[in-house]
C-alpha cells in the first residue's frame, strides 16, 4: 500500500509522541503491584503484518511477560502463573472495546502426582529439581514438573462473550506442553531444534486457514540501557564517536542490559489478518493491547502441597495491562501506575494530562541543560519542547493517526494500533526507525521486534519533529510546530543500545532462542560481546503458506 506525502507527513508527525514523557526502559517492574506479582508482569507487546516470506496474509502478536529472568535461574526456572488468565485483546472497529480476545490459561503439574522419583535404599522418593536427564521433546519423561495450556477465542466481551477453544491443527487437542526453560547444554543440546516442536500450526475458530502458536522462553529484543537510564540518566544520551557529541555515548551492545543477557516468556500467535480485521471494519486498523488478570481474594494454605499453595475465590481482576511500549514505566505518575494497570481503553481520557504535558523532557532539562550550554557554548532557558499542550500526541497515543493507523471509530483509548492494509517490510530493508525512518510497516503503525523504539521516542521527545524532516529524501516541515519550540531538535539523542531485524530470528516466533544457563563462560563472551549474536538457527517455518487464502471471522 502506497500513501500520498500528505499521509507520509501526518504519519511521522504523530510518530510515538506519546513517548514525549518515557524515553528509556519498556514496562519491566513499572508499577508496584505487579513488582509483587512478577509472573503477570506484562513488559512488551508486538504487533505486526508478518514478514517472514510466504507468510504476508498473516499477522503476528507476541505478548511478554515475566521480566528479567536470569538464564540460570534454578532449580524452578520461570514457570507462568496458573492462577492467572493471560489474554491478547483485538478491538475491530474504534470503540475502545474487545471484539476478540486469546485467553491463555496455564497449568503445572507433577508428572504421576510426584515428578521424577530415585529410589535410596528401602524408600522411592521425589526428587527436588524440576528434570533428571536431558530433555529434548514435548512431554519428556526426564522433565517431571512440566506446563501446559489452553487458548481461548473469545468473540465479544471477554467475560461474557462467545467461547470456543484453539485447537492443534495436528491432532494434538486443546492442551499445548510449553517448553521447558533453557536450563543449559548440558540439559537440551540443541535448544532451537527442541523449541521448533512446540511450535504449532492450530485451527482458530471462524478461519478457514490455520494459524500458527508458540508460547515459551525467549531472549529479551527490547534493547535498552536501563540501568544508567534509571541512575539519573548516568550518560550523555547524545549519539557520540567520531564526529558526534564531545562525550556522547556510541552504539555498542555492552550498553544494553537486556538483550544477550535477559530472557522473557512470549505468548506468540500468527492469525490471518482477514480474521483479525473481520467484517465491517471499514479502513483495515486494528487495536490491540494485552493484560493479565488474578481472583479478587487469595488465602495462603497452612498446610500447602504443590498444587494448593492458595485458595483463591472471587471475581477476575486486572493487574496488569500494555499496549505501546513504555507507557506505565515513565509516562503516568507513581499514584496512578496501578489504576492504569487495572484500567480498561475506555478509561484513559483521566490520565490525558500525562500525554499532554510530559515530564520526561522537563527531567533532561534538568539534568543536561547546564552541560549542554558549556559545551556547545550556547545559552539555552531550556532544552525541552516549549509546544504544550501536545496535542499531536494525544493522537498518537490515544486516538492513532489520521491516514496512517486511526481507525473508522475514533475513540480516544491506549493501545497498539495496526493498519493492516499496509504491506510489511522485508528484514533486511527494516528501518529500526520505523515511520520515522521512512518504513511505514513500523512503530508507531504496529510494533516490530527490530524497532528502536528507545532511540526514536528520545528524539522525538527532544523536538526532532519542530525541525524538518527527511520524507522520500527531501526535508518537509511538518507544520506540528516551530524549531524555536525545539532548541536541541535536530540532536541525535541515543540511549547507546541498538537493535534490529537482522539480529533476530527470520520467522515465527521472531525472538530469538532464550540465553542457556550453562556453560558459564559461554555465556559471560555472549554477555560480554558488543556485535549482533547471529548464530543461533531460525525456527523453521511450518507447512501451512499464506497461499492458502484467508477468510474473514
Same mark, same amino acid.
Given at each position: 500500500?502506497?500513501?500520498?506525502?500528505?499521509?507520509f507527513?501526518?504519519?511521522?508527525?504523530?510518530?510515538?509522541?506519546?513517548?514525549?514523557?518515557?524515553?528509556f526502559?519498556?514496562?519491566?517492574?513499572?508499577?508496584?503491584?505487579?513488582?509483587?506479582m512478577?509472573?503477570?508482569d506484562?513488559?512488551?507487546?508486538?504487533?505486526f503484518?508478518?514478514?517472514?516470506? &510466504?507468510?504476508?496474509?498473516?499477522?503476528?502478536?507476541?505478548?511478554?511477560?515475566?521480566?528479567?529472568? *536470569?538464564?540460570?535461574?534454578?532449580?524452578?526456572?520461570w514457570?507462568l502463573?496458573?492462577?492467572a488468565?493471560?489474554?491478547?485483546h483485538?478491538?475491530?472497529?474504534g470503540?475502545?472495546r474487545?471484539?476478540? #480476545?486469546?485467553q491463555?490459561d496455564?497449568?503445572?503439574?507433577?508428572?504421576?502426582?510426584?515428578?521424577?522419583?530415585v529410589?535410596?535404599?528401602n524408600?522411592?522418593?521425589p526428587?527436588a529439581?524440576?528434570?533428571?536427564g536431558?530433555?529434548?521433546?514435548?512431554?519428556?519423561?526426564?522433565?517431571?514438573?512440566?506446563?501446559?495450556?489452553?487458548?481461548?477465542?473469545?468473540?465479544?466481551?471477554?467475560r461474557?462473550?462467545?467461547?470456543?477453544?484453539?485447537t492443534?491443527?495436528n &491432532?494434538?487437542?486443546?492442551?499445548?506442553?510449553?517448553?521447558?526453560?533453557?536450563?543449559?547444554?548440558?540439559?537440551?543440546?540443541?535448544?532451537?531444534?527442541?523449541?521448533?516442536?512446540?511450535?504449532? *500450526?492450530?485451527?482458530?475458530p471462524?478461519?478457514?486457514?490455520?494459524?500458527?502458536?508458540?508460547?515459551?522462553?525467549?531472549?529479551?529484543?527490547?534493547?535498552?540501557?536501563?540501568?544508567?537510564?534509571?541512575?539519573?540518566?548516568?550518560?550523555?544520551?547524545?549519539q557520540?564517536?567520531?564526529g558526534?557529541?564531545?562525550?556522547?555515548? #556510541?552504539?555498542?551492545?555492552?550498553?544494553?542490559?537486556?538483550?544477550?543477557?535477559?530472557?522473557?516468556?512470549?505468548?506468540?500467535? *500468527?492469525?490471518?489478518?482477514?480474521?483479525?480485521?473481520?467484517?465491517?471494519?471499514?479502513?483495515?486498523?486494528?487495536?490491540?493491547?494485552?493484560?493479565?488478570?488474578?481472583?479478587?481474594?487469595?488465602?495462603?494454605?497452612?498446610?500447602?502441597g504443590?498444587?494448593?499453595?492458595?485458595?483463591?475465590?472471587?471475581?477476575?481482576?486486572q493487574?496488569?495491562?500494555?499496549?505501546?511500549?513504555l507507557v506505565?514505566?515513565?509516562?503516568?505518575?507513581?499514584?496512578?501506575?496501578?489504576?492504569?494497570?487495572a484500567?480498561?481503553?475506555?478509561?484513559?481520557g483521566?490520565?490525558?494530562?500525562?500525554?499532554?504535558?510530559?515530564?520526561?523532557?522537563a527531567i533532561?532539562?534538568?539534568?543536561?541543560?547546564?552541560a549542554?550550554?558549556?559545551?556547545l557554548?550556547?545559552?539555552?532557558?531550556?532544552?525541552?519542547?516549549?509546544?504544550?499542550?501536545?496535542?499531536?500526541?494525544?493522537?498518537?497515543?490515544?486516538?492513532?493517526?489520521p491516514?496512517?493507523?486511526?481507525?473508522?471509530?475514533?475513540t480516544?483509548?491506549?493501545?497498539i494500533?495496526l493498519?493492516?492494509?499496509?504491506?510489511?517490510?522485508p528484514?533486511?530493508?527494516?528501518?529500526?526507525f520505523?515511520v520515522?525512518?521512512?518504513?511505514?510497516?513500523g512503530?508507531?503503525?504496529?510494533?516490530?521486534?527490530?524497532?528502536?523504539?528507545?532511540?526514536?521516542?528520545?528524539?522525538?521527545?527532544?523536538?526532532r519533529?519542530c525541525?524538518?524532516?527527511?520524507?522520500?529524501?527531501?526535508?518537509?516541515?511538518?507544520?506540528?510546530?516551530?524549531?524555536?519550540?525545539?532548541?536541541?531538535g535536530?540532536?541525535?539523542?541515543?540511549?547507546?543500545?541498538?537493535?534490529s531485524?537482522?539480529?533476530?530470528?527470520?520467522?515465527?516466533p521472531?525472538l530469538?532462542?532464550?540465553?542457556?544457563?550453562s556453560?558459564?563462560?559461554?555465556?559471560?563472551a555472549?554477555?560480554n560481546?558488543?556485535t549482533?549474536?547471529?548464530d543461533?538457527e531460525p525456527?523453521?517455518a511450518?507447512?501451512?503458506?499464506?497461499?492458502?487464502?484467508?477468510e474473514?471471522?
Amino acid at each position: 500500500m502506497k500513501l500520498a506525502k500528505l499521509a507520509f507527513t501526518t504519519a511521522l508527525a504523530g510518530s510515538m509522541m506519546f513517548g514525549s514523557a518515557a524515553a528509556f526502559g519498556s514496562s519491566h517492574r513499572e508499577a508496584e503491584g505487579v513488582i509483587e506479582m512478577p509472573k503477570v508482569d506484562n513488559t512488551d507487546v508486538y504487533v505486526f503484518r508478518s514478514y517472514e516470506p &510466504g507468510r504476508e496474509a498473516f499477522t503476528t502478536i507476541i505478548s511478554n511477560f515475566y521480566p528479567l529472568q *536470569e538464564p540460570y535461574g534454578g532449580p524452578n526456572y520461570w514457570p507462568l502463573e496458573e492462577d492467572a488468565i493471560y489474554e491478547i485483546h483485538v478491538d475491530q472497529n474504534g470503540d475502545a472495546r474487545e471484539d476478540l #480476545t486469546f485467553q491463555f490459561d496455564f497449568n503445572e503439574f507433577l508428572k504421576n502426582g510426584t515428578g521424577n522419583t530415585v529410589t535410596v535404599g528401602n524408600q522411592t522418593l521425589p526428587i527436588a529439581l524440576r528434570h533428571i536427564g536431558q530433555v529434548t521433546r514435548p512431554n519428556d519423561p526426564n522433565l517431571g514438573w512440566d506446563e501446559d495450556y489452553t487458548v481461548t477465542l473469545i468473540s465479544g466481551d471477554r467475560r461474557t462473550g462467545t467461547r470456543a477453544a484453539i485447537t492443534n491443527a495436528n &491432532g494434538g487437542g486443546e492442551r499445548f506442553p510449553k517448553p521447558f526453560d533453557n536450563v543449559g547444554n548440558k540439559t537440551i543440546p540443541n535448544y532451537p531444534a527442541y523449541a521448533a516442536q512446540f511450535i504449532y *500450526e492450530v485451527n482458530i475458530p471462524g478461519c478457514a486457514t490455520r494459524g500458527r502458536l508458540f508460547v515459551g522462553q525467549r531472549e529479551e529484543a527490547f534493547a535498552v540501557n536501563l540501568g544508567e537510564a534509571f541512575d539519573l540518566v548516568n550518560f550523555v544520551p547524545i549519539q557520540g564517536g567520531p564526529g558526534g557529541f564531545p562525550g556522547g555515548i #556510541t552504539q555498542s551492545r555492552e550498553n544494553d542490559d537486556l538483550v544477550g543477557k535477559n530472557n522473557i516468556t512470549s505468548l506468540a500467535i *500468527e492469525v490471518p489478518t482477514a480474521c483479525l480485521v473481520g467484517s465491517g471494519n471499514g479502513n483495515g486498523v486494528i487495536g490491540v493491547w494485552s493484560t493479565a488478570s488474578m481472583p479478587q481474594t487469595s488465602v495462603l494454605n497452612p498446610n500447602p502441597g504443590f498444587a494448593n499453595r492458595k485458595q483463591h475465590s472471587g471475581a477476575l481482576v486486572q493487574v496488569s495491562r500494555l499496549g505501546m511500549p513504555l507507557v506505565n514505566e515513565l509516562v503516568i505518575g507513581n499514584p496512578q501506575k496501578n489504576l492504569f494497570n487495572a484500567a480498561m481503553p475506555t478509561q484513559d481520557g483521566a490520565l490525558a494530562a500525562f500525554v499532554t504535558n510530559p515530564t520526561f523532557p522537563a527531567i533532561l532539562n534538568v539534568l543536561f541543560r547546564t552541560a549542554v550550554n558549556q559545551t556547545l557554548g550556547t545559552n539555552i532557558a531550556n532544552l525541552a519542547p516549549s509546544n504544550l499542550p501536545r496535542r499531536d500526541l494525544v493522537a498518537a497515543f490515544l486516538t492513532g493517526i489520521p491516514s496512517l493507523n486511526q481507525q473508522a471509530i475514533v475513540t480516544p483509548s491506549e493501545m497498539i494500533r495496526l493498519n493492516t492494509a499496509i504491506d510489511p517490510t522485508p528484514r533486511e530493508r527494516q528501518s529500526t526507525f520505523g515511520v520515522a525512518g521512512d518504513d511505514l510497516a513500523g512503530f508507531p503503525n504496529g510494533r516490530r521486534p527490530g524497532d528502536d523504539a528507545v532511540d526514536l521516542v528520545l528524539r522525538v521527545a527532544m523536538g526532532r519533529l519542530c525541525h524538518p524532516v527527511p520524507i522520500n529524501g527531501q526535508p518537509v516541515a511538518l507544520g506540528l510546530c516551530r524549531p524555536e519550540d525545539a532548541p536541541v531538535g535536530n540532536v541525535p539523542f541515543t540511549d547507546g543500545a541498538p537493535i534490529s531485524a537482522t539480529e533476530l530470528l527470520p520467522g515465527f516466533p521472531y525472538l530469538r532462542n532464550p540465553i542457556p544457563g550453562s556453560p558459564g563462560r559461554a555465556l559471560d563472551a555472549r554477555r560480554n560481546s558488543t556485535t549482533p549474536q547471529s548464530d543461533e538457527e531460525p525456527v523453521p517455518a511450518t507447512e501451512a503458506s499464506a497461499t492458502e487464502g484467508t477468510e474473514g471471522q
